[in-house]
């Protein structure tokens, strides 16, 4: 069974920061591209960020380059988010994302329907 578990959202202030936590597990972790699509009320899904560490392959958001930092930890099969000077602009639901790396038609997750795997999701709310 595909599983993939969020952790970390929650309330944070204006220039504040918050980590979150993907565990992945059902399918090979290497093969895929693993991070975060969010929506925001009233707006489309977006991909944030994806890595796939086997292919060095690493995707941000416009929006996102230069705050936050995605990284993985193979061992444990889990891929972190660091989010730094957060806006309530990034206020959203995360989901925590998985996208097969081949055949793909673009950057990883650049596109929605190209994601193979969705988490729960995870609330994220700045105040400002």
């Known amino acids: 069974e595909v599983q993939l578990v969020e952790s970390g959202g929650g309330l944070v202030q204006a220039g504040g920061s918050l980590r979150l936590s993907c565990s992945a597990s059902?399918?090979?972790?290497?093969?895929?591209?693993i991070g975060w699509f969010r929506q925001a009320p009233g707006k489309a899904r977006e991909g944030v960020s994806c890595?796939?560490?086997?292919?060095?392959?690493?995707y941000y958001a416009d929006s996102v380059k230069g705050r936050f930092t995605i990284s993985s930890d193979n061992a444990k099969k889990t891929v972190y988010l660091q989010m730094s000077g957060l806006t309530d602009e990034d206020t959203a639901v995360y989901y925590c994302?998985?996208?097969?790396?081949?055949?793909?038609?673009?950057?990883?997750?650049?596109?929605?329907?190209?994601?193979?795997?969705w988490g729960q999701g995870t609330q994220i709310t700045v105040s400002s």
């Open positions: 890595i796939n560490s086997r292919d060095s392959l690493i």
């Open positions: 994302v998985a996208q097969s790396v081949y055949p793909r038609s673009g950057p990883i997750c650049s596109r929605l329907r190209e994601i193979d795997y």
């Open positions: 059902g399918f090979d972790f290497d093969d895929y591209a």
